[in-house]
């Protein structure tokens, strides 16, 4: 038999497989019959069948479970030629004898790779390079693979290759581990041998089996210097000389009885078009995004609230990121598994810290979560406070509004934009229910939440901060009080099923948690890193070094190296219109009388008239509330003042901003609507300038309502203060003075009448001690604290005028005034700082505005 027909022989022994699938080919076979050796009929033939057996259904082989057939050349002989292919795959594998400094090794290897890609299904071969002497040039043609992520930057120096064996040992291991059908071949190419210890490292991977899913294409072997080469396992060797390559006994199906190779020297294939490569790239850039794409739907359960939160929550975040990293970016692309990612708050991670630049996509992984939580347990099972200290809209979807009514019947308290005072308000009512728990759990003889039986167990509730930074921002009592919060229920918080959620841009350089942040951070076990977020990692953990957005690494053991899961979940700001199905959903079947939940809204400009306490007030009212405005508290709770008659239940609006006016008509008014007609009257004084509209309107108003009502000027204002001040006269009629601007009476009050030698201020403190006893108030607008402290008569009368409504002051003369030391206030637009000294009350409020439509 000719040389021609052994060979030919020998190559469908090889390719026994792929003929197996190739129906078409094994007919051609069959139909072939003896044919006379060199007969252009049998050369014809080959020529089809070569065609045919050039490789197997393009994207099917899975080469990391069985070696595929790859053509290396065309075998020539006296006869004609014929295609060579040899193994590749797992436990298959390639050396050449030369390197890629040889153009025909670099267009080999190139073409190898192509090939290879191209026979198996996307996404189950990823291609490193080593070339130490081209540095990297013989991988530059293959560039758009690089781009699509299937192929890694080529490891170029001896701490990238030794970088890259790490990975592919680890790969290795991994899938040695791993079931067949989940293996993903890692394809090493050595454009040229690396130093001997990373050769010998290679060269063992050739030795580790099929199952390790390693497939080694070594370029420069053995090593034409001194030393031993290491030998490599099932690996088909190619030599080349001058003009044509010699192929070796491929492993297992050897084309020679005594081991001299295939008998026909090889003419090398050439490189792959640009075309093809771009095509192949492109194609695997595809279906790798269609693959990995994670939805939203992948996070939601089967069955909505299902699920019991006694031993903690649990939702799923998106898919496992799989594969090795090799070397600074993953050859893999970030491609995802197909196993869900799960994170839970349970003993094990109780609290959650997350980081990440801005745009990183924090906003969307908070929703992906909170969203995921809400399908799976109940609101009788888990319960949310979500706070967000940026501009922004984060939360706001959860909230009723005018355009979509429905709310998420999980949130109890949302607040957005918020105060840091809203903040430490709702960590104060978590430590309020943190007491309420420990005694319940007292009551039932258990140490934690998870110990109470079904029916007795409250839900667990997650508070979400965003931007948290903000809330310890400065030094000041409000940062620290905040930071004490969060440390006592971090402490305490995983026992009682209170869990945390600390989001924010920068974990560092927090200046009220010097010396504290170890102590507290160490309750947050779950550390999620976002693009450019590993800040809440170990600073020795880089794995979040290279996300991109839509990926996270969520680590269980606080940060540190090796407790590193990639995930990649869904953009839900992408998904709006499924999340917003799900919530209407939720909404539907929310409990019967369930109340929407408390929003505090930072940007928000509150009026008296839309104000429910307002429509509660009716005639009959004693004390009467003097309403200014809204509390910041998790309630939104009304703030005002009861004027009852104890000495000094008077209100003082202090400050230059205008708001003051406002402040005193929305007392005046409320005080008014507590009155039957006739019951009270109203003196009003307009001192400051651009207040006598506001006083007119204002007296035009009440009068309609039927309230007796005077307007004042300085003058009189003097004389009443003088009859009001005469406790021996007989009572008059509930009696409200409502001074726009007190400061600008200095000139009437201060001079001493001739007759009496009594100052009309002398009148006045007679007035704030005994009128409320008499049924006299005073409200009063000063623009100057220290006019106000003069007019009562110094600090030690302060308490004369006990209700204060503090505006743009600052914090250090209020404090001097009101004897209190650190206080925390920061005076700024929209915002006013509540003191009633009687009943030692001191909080942030939200005026109203007013907007000329009370009547
Ligand atoms: N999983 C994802 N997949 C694809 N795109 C995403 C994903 N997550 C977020 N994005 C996109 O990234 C952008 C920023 O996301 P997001 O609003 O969540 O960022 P952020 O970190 O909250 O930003 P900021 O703090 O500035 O508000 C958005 O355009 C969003 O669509």
New binding site residues.
């Given amino acids: 038999m000719g040389r021609l027909a052994t060979a030919y022989r020998q190559a469908v022994a090889l390719h026994r497989e792929a003929l197996r699938r190739w129906e078409a080919a094994r007919r051609a076979l069959a139909a072939a019959g003896p044919a006379p050796v060199g007969s252009p009929e049998l050369v014809a033939r080959l020529a089809r069948l070569g065609d045919e057996l050039a490789g197997p259904v393009p994207g099917t082989a899975r080469a990391a479970s069985h070696p595929v057939p790859v053509r290396v050349g065309e075998a020539t002989t006296v006869d004609g030629g014929f295609p060579v292919l040899v193994p590749l795959g797992a436990g298959a594998h390639l050396a050449v004898d030369t390197d890629a400094r040889d153009t025909r090794v670099g267009e080999l290897l190139r073409a190898l790779v192509v090939r290879l890609l191209t026979a198996a299904p996307a996404g189950t071969v990823r291609v490193a390079g080593i070339d130490p002497a081209a540095f990297g040039a013989t991988f530059l043609p293959l560039r758009p693979l690089l781009d699509a992520g299937v192929l890694a930057p080529a490891a170029t120096t001896v701490a990238e290759t030794a970088a890259l064996l790490d990975a592919a040992e680890r790969h290795a291991r991994d899938a040695q581990g791993a079931p067949p059908e989940d293996r993903e071949l890692l394809l090493l190419v050595a454009a040229s041998a690396p130093p001997p210890r990373e050769l010998a490292r290679l060269a063992a991977l050739t030795h580790a089996g099929p199952a390790a899913a390693v497939c080694v294409l070594l370029a420069g072997h053995p090593a034409t210097g001194p030393g031993e080469a290491p030998p490599l396992g099932a690996t088909t060797q190619l030599r080349l000389n001058e003009r044509y390559a010699l192929l070796g006994d491929p492993p297992g199906r050897p084309f020679s009885a005594d081991g001299s190779g295939l008998a026909a020297p090889v003419v090398l294939d050439g490189d792959p078009s640009h075309a093809t490569v771009s095509a192949l790239a492109g194609q695997l850039a595809r279906a790798t995004r269609r693959a990995t794409a994670?939805t939203f739907a992948d996070l939601l359960p089967a069955r909505r609230w299902a699920e019991s939160s006694g031993a903690g929550l649990r939702t799923v975040l998106?898919r496992a990121v799989r594969g090795v990293r090799l070397g600074a970016s993953d050859a893999a692309g970030g491609a995802a598994g197909r196993e869900p990612v799960t994170v839970a708050f349970d003993d094990a991670t109780p609290h959650w810290l997350v980081g990440?630049?801005?745009?990183?996509?924090?906003?969307?992984?908070?929703?992906?979560v909170l969203y995921g939580l809400a399908a799976r347990y109940s609101p009788t099972e888990l319960q949310l406070l979500l706070l967000d200290f940026?501009e922004?809209v984060?939360f706001t979807e959860f909230v009723p509004t005018e355009r979509d009514p429905s709310w998420l019947p999980h949130a109890r308290a949302v607040g957005i934009e918020s105060d840091r005072e809203y903040g430490v308000a709702v960590l104060r009512e978590l430590r309020a229910e943190l007491a309420r728990r420990a005694d319940l759990l007292k009551r039932h003889g258990v140490s934690k939440l998870a110990d109470l039986p079904p029916n007795a167990r409250p839900p667990r509730i997650v508070t979400v901060v965003d931007?948290f930074h903000v809330l310890f921002a400065g030094n000041d009592p409000l940062a620290r009080q905040a930071v004490d919060l969060i440390e006592e229920l971090a402490r305490k918080g995983r026992s009682y099923g209170l869990h945390l959620v600390l989001a924010s841009?920068s974990t560092t350089g927090i200046e009220a948690l010097y010396g504290r942040a170890e102590a507290i951070f160490g309750q947050f076990p779950l550390r999620v890193a976002?693009p450019g977020g590993g800040g809440v990692l170990d600073p020795l953990n880089d794995a979040a070094k290279a996300l991109t957005?839509?990926?996270a690494v969520v680590n269980t053991a606080g940060g540190t190296a090796g407790a590193d899961t990639e995930v990649?979940?869904?953009?839900?700001?992408?998904a709006a219109a499924d999340l917003a199905a799900l919530r209407h959903e939720l909404f539907a079947a929310r409990p019967a009388g369930a109340r929407p939940p408390a929003v505090f809204r930072g940007y928000e400009t509150p009026r008296l008239t839309d104000d429910p306490t307002w429509a509660g007030l009716a005639p009959g009212a004693e004390p009467p509330l003097a309403l200014v405005g809204r509390t910041v508290d998790v309630a939104g709770s009304p703030a005002g003042f009861r004027l009852d008659d104890s000495p000094g239940r008077h209100l003082a609006v202090v400050g230059t901003a205008a708001s003051g006016v406002d402040v005193l008509r929305s007392a005046a008014l409320s005080l008014a609507r507590q009155h039957a007609p006739g019951t009270a009257r109203f003196l009003f004084v307009p001192l400051a300038p651009g207040t006598t509209e506001t006083a007119d309107d204002l007296a035009m108003t009440l009068a309609a309502a039927g309230h007796p009502v005077r307007r004042l000027d300085a003058a009189a204002l003097r004389a009443h203060l003088a009859e009001l001040a005469d406790v021996s006269a007989p009572a008059p009629a509930r009696t409200y003075l409502v001074v726009f601007g007190m400061d600008a009476a200095a000139g009437a009050l201060g001079a001493s009448d001739p007759a009496t030698f009594r100052s009309g201020y002398d009148d006045l403190r007679a007035v704030l001690r005994h009128g409320p006893a008499h049924g006299v108030h005073l409200l009063g607008w000063w623009r100057g604290l220290r006019r106000l402290t003069e007019d009562v008569g110094g600090s030690q009368n302060r308490d004369d005028v006990a209700c204060l409504v503090a505006l743009n002051v600052p914090a250090a003369d209020l404090g001097l005034h009101l004897g209190v030391h650190d206080l925390a206030y920061t005076p700024r637009d929209g915002r006013a700082l509540l003191v009633d000294r009687h009943e030692h009350r001191t909080a942030l409020v939200v005026p109203f505005v007013g907007d000329g439509d009370e009547s």
Avoid at 356 to 368: M, P
Avoid at 568 to 574: G, L, S
Wanted: aromatic share 6%; charged share 25%; hydrophobic share 35%.
């Fill in positions: 994670v998106g990440g630049r801005t745009g990183a996509g924090k906003t969307v992984f908070l929703l992906d940026k922004g984060s931007e841009q976002l957005v839509g990926t990649r979940f869904p953009d839900a700001h992408a």
